[in-house]
């Protein structure tokens, strides 16, 4: 594994300007770790950030699927929308991560 191999696996809900910094250093992304995996591979294999992390690798945004329902960010959501109604639920079950 090469660090930005790790570095992605391990991403989280951290910045991206760790990959940033390691692909400003030179750090290759088509680089194969021993399972063949490259680092945009891991991020589809270890995060749900894939979408990210290929616009950082390639420098070009990925089109949103028109069929997914769930947002981008939080400014998009909209009142009566599929990702307000989940989150209304929780928050009516107690999920604190969830209160208003």
Known sequence: ETPLHVAVQHVGSKPL????ALLEL???PLLKDKSGHTALDCAGLYTNRM??????ITGKAVAK??????P???SELEEGTLPILVAEDLRSRGNARFKA
């Open 26 to 28: 030179g750090a290759d």
């Open 72 to 74: 981008e960010s939080p």
């Open 17 to 20: 300007g760790h990959l940033r």
């Open 51 to 56: 979408a990210e992390v290929r616009e950082l």
């Open 65 to 70: 699927d028109p069929e997914d329902p769930w």
